[in-house]
Nanobody, 122 residues
């Protein structure tokens, strides 16, 4: 059974930073691509960052230049560094991974984490 577990969420003031981590029960190289989604109350879940098995990255316009997705130091984790946070970044953040082929950069989400809350105060 494949599991994804997010960590690193919390409360931060606007302009601050947080680093999220997604730990997988498999090496990340087992996945074709991984990504981070977020969902704010009343909004649809949106893909904000993706990374392919080859290390190619893609970002939503809303986070480009502020967020960075990367492979973690451990071979089974993917991180999301979030800088210059804004109140509108407040959401539950989910890690997702594709085992099968990915229509890049749209992470389909064969596997999902349980989510971690990020709250940015003004």
């Amino acid at each position: 059974q494949v599991q994804l577990v997010e960590s690193g969420g919390g409360l931060v003031q606007a302009g601050g930073s947080l680093r999220l981590s997604c730990a997988a029960s498999r090496t990340i190289f087992w996945f074709n691509a991984m990504g981070w989604y977020r969902q704010a109350p009343g909004n649809q879940r949106e893909l904000i960052a993706a990374i392919s098995s080859g290390g190619v990255t893609n970002y939503a316009d809303s986070v480009k230049g502020r967020f960075t997705i990367s492979k973690g130091n451990a071979k089974n984790s993917v991180d999301l560094q979030m800088n210059s946070l804004k109140p509108e970044d407040t959401a539950v953040y989910y890690c997702a991974a594709d085992r099968g082929s990915t229509v890049w950069p749209h992470i389909r989400g064969d596997y999902w984490g349980q989510g971690t809350q990020v709250t940015v105060s003004s």
